[in-house]
Nanobody, 121 residues
Framework: VQLQASGGGLVQPGDSLRLSCAGA????????LAWFRQAPGKEREFLGT????????YYADSVKGRFAISRDNTKNTVYLQMNSLKPEDTAVYYC???????????????WGQGTLVTVSS
C-alpha cells in the first residue's frame, strides 16, 4: 500500500493540528497503522497505533492524552489529531502500515513520505 502524509505546517504553542495519511489501493483496511515522528538529530519515535477496524488505539506515554489516532477505511485515510502542541513536538511526522501493531519501526513495511510540523512562536 502506498501512503501519502499531509497536513503539516507551522503552528504556535498550544495550537492543534490534524495530519492525514491517505493510502492507495484496496488493501488499506488489511493493515495496522501507526504514526511516528523524527526530530532533527534524533531517532524515529513511536507515537501510536490503530488497529484494522479503528476500534482500538495505543499511544506512547509521551503523547497520551494530547494526540489521537483515527481512521476512515471508506476513505483509505488515517488521521493524527494533535492538541496542545509544544515546541518539542517539532518533527517530521510519518505514517506507517504493517501487519502487526508494534512500537518498532521494523514491523512496518510501508511508510509515507513524512510531513513537517514546526511548533514555534
Amino acid at each position: 500500500v502506498q501512503l501519502q502524509a499531509s497536513g503539516g505546517g507551522l503552528v504556535q504553542p498550544g495550537d492543534s493540528l490534524r495530519l492525514s495519511c491517505a493510502g492507495a489501493g484496496r488493501t488499506f483496511r488489511r493493515y495496522e497503522l501507526a504514526w511516528f515522528r523524527q526530530a532533527p538529530g534524533k531517532e524515529r519515535e513511536f507515537l501510536g497505533t490503530i488497529n484494522r477496524s479503528g476500534g482500538s488505539t495505543y499511544y506512547a506515554d509521551s503523547v497520551k492524552g494530547r494526540f489521537a489516532i483515527s481512521r476512515d477505511n471508506t476513505k483509505n485515510t488515517v488521521y493524527l489529531q494533535m492538541n496542545s502542541l509544544k515546541p518539542e513536538d517539532t518533527a517530521v511526522y510519518y505514517c506507517a502500515a504493517g501487519l502487526t501493531a508494534t512500537a518498532t519501526t521494523a514491523a512496518y513495511a510501508y511508510w509515507g513520505q513524512g510531513t513537517l510540523v514546526t511548533v514555534s512562536s
